[in-house]
């Protein structure tokens, strides 16, 4: 299998509903490397998360996690055009039953992504 620099990539954001200094701190325990490719970035008032359609509402994570949470999912963006797009959500169960993606979250990880990117190319 082919890196993603090697399909072209030349950057991952990882972005989610927090401040630039939690996203700093995961980053940093996570042992991203500032020059690398993975970009750490806070939506701290959830406007990417509202833009992109992926505001968590469901009353249960949100009665635990707080409202305005994001839902767990990937993308390929090329040029401003969105080539794939990966929800992990209410897979194999009832509607409703897993709004956090809790049970299938490999379909949001990189693993999917570049099983996708392989089709793609």
């Not at 963006?77 to 956090?100: M, Q, S």
């Amino acid at each position: 299998m082919m890196t993603l620099s090697e399909m072209g990539i030349d950057e991952i954001i990882v972005f989610c509903v927090n401040d630039a200094a939690v996203m700093d701190a995961w980053a940093k325990d996570q042992g991203i490397d500032e020059k690398g490719i993975i970009t750490f970035m806070g939506d701290p008032r959830g406007e990417l998360t509202k833009a992109l359609g992926m505001e968590m509402t469901h009353p249960g994570p949100c009665g635990i996690l707080g409202a305005g949470r994001c839902k767990r999912f990937s993308s390929f963006i090329d040029e401003g055009v969105i080539k794939t797009f990966n929800i992990a959500e209410d897979i194999g169960v009832g509607e409703g039953e897993d709004p956090a993606g809790d049970a299938h979250p490999e379909l949001s990880c990189v693993e999917k992504m570049m099983t996708d990117l392989e089709e793609l190319i």
